[in-house]
Structures are given as structure tokens and as C-alpha cells.
């Protein structure tokens, strides 16, 4: 091709790939698929601009390292290889971390938690009730019966509104 001088300018020849997007609806829609009639939950699917894709899974009794590898294979079979290049990452959600949905806190109900409230109180206790509107936790105060000269250790039900938790988590106890 050649320009007004006369000269030859180079010629780009740009080709075009079917590459779809990865979005984070189509991992979790794929990662619900695998979880459906499994007591398994999907927690959190996260997805990075450098194209790493990290699944969150949790159960109540723990997450085995050979369903996190199945569902791996799953993501990556239905993603396939119309889907631009990726890492993938499939997990347990972690113990000790904060819960990030519901279900954390029902599979916890019974077990002590450390909670965080937006206005800074740090709570330990038994998580007793969880809801999507509030959470109760069970916490030892001491109070002061009428009439006794000491006070005594309490039980007292706290009860916080969601929107009033920076974070809740489960407790790890070696006792």
C-alpha cells in the first residue's frame, strides 16, 4: 500500500478470535449447576482483571479436597476454550474467616463466634438464632442480681441487625 510521498507503508493485518468474557453471573450460574442436590454451598466466585477466577464452596461439615478438585474440572470442562485464557482457583470459603453468606451462620448456630459490630464492640459467644434481618448471639455479661453483693456471670442474648455486623466468624477451639 502506498502513500501520498510514494512510499510503501506497512499493512497490518488484524485477526479476530471468538474469545468470549468470563463474568462472575456465568462462574456461579456453572458452580450452582455442579452444587445443585450436593450439601455443598456456593459462598463467593471472585474474578480479577489478570483473568483468575477463585471459587469459595463450604459445607457443613468441612469441604474434602476431592469435591473442590470435581467442581474444578466442571468449571473449566463448561468454560471451555471459546472463553479467553484463565487461572482458575476452587476452594473451602476457610476456617476462622468471616462468614460472607446465610448459611455460614445456620451451619454455625449452636458454636461459639467472635463478632465484630460496626461500632466496634467485639462479641464472643454462641451464635443462637440467624436470620437474612438480624443475628442473636448469646454472650456472658456479669450482672448484678437484686440483693447479692457480687455480680454473676449471665447468660444475655444480644440481638444485632445484619446491617450492624462488620463481620461474624466462627470460633476455633482446641479445649
Not at 36 to 41: Q, V
Not at 82 to 105: H, I, N, T, W
Request: aromatic share 8%; hydrophobic share 35%.
Amino acid at each position: 500500500m502506498m502513500n501520498e510521498e510514494g512510499l510503501i507503508a506497512p499493512f497490518f493485518i488484524i485477526k479476530l478470535f471468538n474469545v468470549s468474557m468470563i463474568n462472575k453471573e456465568t462462574v456461579e450460574n456453572i458452580a450452582q449447576e455442579w452444587l445443585k442436590d450436593k450439601d455443598y454451598f456456593l459462598v463467593d466466585v471472585t474474578l480479577t482483571e489478570d483473568n483468575k477466577i477463585s471459587v469459595e464452596i463450604d459445607h457443613q461439615d468441612g469441604v474434602w479436597i476431592d469435591d473442590c478438585a470435581d467442581l474444578s474440572r466442571y468449571l473449566e470442562e463448561k468454560l471451555g476454550t471459546e472463553c479467553e485464557d484463565f487461572d482458575l482457583e476452587v476452594g473451602s470459603a476457610g476456617l476462622g474467616q468471616p462468614f460472607k453468606v446465610l448459611r455460614q451462620y445456620e451451619c454455625h448456630i449452636g458454636q461459639e463466634v467472635e463478632t465484630l459490630t460496626t461500632d466496634g464492640r467485639k462479641l464472643k459467644g454462641i451464635l443462637k438464632e440467624a436470620t437474612t434481618d438480624h443475628a442473636i448471639i448469646t454472650v456472658q455479661q456479669k450482672i448484678k442480681p437484686e440483693g447479692a453483693k457480687r455480680p454473676k456471670l449471665t447468660d444475655v442474648d444480644i440481638c444485632l441487625k445484619m446491617e450492624e455486623i462488620k463481620y461474624t466468624k466462627y470460633l476455633i477451639s482446641f479445649k
